[in-house]
Nanobody, 121 residues
C-alpha cells in the first residue's frame, strides 16, 4: 500500500510564507514526477507546480517567482515553499505523485489527503 502524507498547511497573513511537505510511504520501486495542485471552493483542481525525478520543474503562471517546488529523492518527499502569499492562493493543496510499486511494471497516480492553506488580507 502506497500513501502520500501531507503536512504544513495553515493560516497566514498576506505576504507571508508557508512550506508544504508530502512524503510517499510504502513499498515502491520508483517515485517519478511529483506535483502540487490547488483546489479553491467551487473551482476545479489546478496544477500549481510539478517536478520530475531528475529535478526539472514547471509552474503555473500565477505562482511563478513566488513558489518553489523541490524534492528529496532519498526521503521520497516533495516540498512546496510558498512565499509572498496572496488571498487568492487560499485553497486546499493536494500532493500528487506517479509511482511504480515494488514488483509491478505499472505506474500509478496517487494523491495526498489535502492540506488547507488560508491567506488573510
Amino acid at each position: 500500500q502506497v500513501q502520500l502524507v501531507e503536512s504544513g498547511g495553515g493560516l497566514v497573513q498576506a505576504g507571508g510564507s508557508l512550506r508544504l511537505s508530502c512524503a510517499a510511504h510504502g513499498s515502491m520501486f520508483s517515485v517519478n514526477a511529483m506535483a502540487w495542485y490547488q483546489q479553491a471552493p467551487g473551482k476545479q483542481r489546478e496544477l500549481v507546480a510539478r517536478i520530475t525525478a531528475s529535478g526539472t520543474t514547471t509552474y503555473a503562471d500565477s505562482v511563478k517567482g513566488r513558489f518553489i517546488i523541490s524534492r528529496d529523492n532519498a526521503k521520497n518527499t516533495v516540498y512546496l515553499q510558498m512565499n509572498s502569499l496572496k488571498p487568492e492562493d487560499t485553497a486546499v493543496y493536494y500532493c500528487n505523485a506517479r509511482i511504480i510499486k515494488a514488483a509491478s511494471p505499472y505506474e500509478y497516480t496517487y494523491w495526498g489527503q489535502g492540506t488547507q492553506v488560508t491567506v488573510s488580507s
